[in-house]
């Protein structure tokens, strides 16, 4: 399975502009409507991902 966000894709060669992604190879950070930042493995759970990406969907995010 992939990841839900690129983590370090080539620039040219494997970098698809359609999905998040970042440089670092283990994951992002992301800043959160809280005011805090997190920083996100790129191997998260595809569910809390789809959870955080949705606030408004009323459902808890768990742990991440």
Partial sequence: PSPMFQVAPHYIKTCE???????????????????????????????VWARLADPRDGQPVGEY
């Fill in 17 to 47: 502009p359609t999905r998040p992604q970042a440089a670092h190879p283990g994951g992002m950070h992301v800043g959160l409507g809280d005011g805090s930042v997190r920083f996100l493995s790129g191997t998260m759970n595809e569910q």
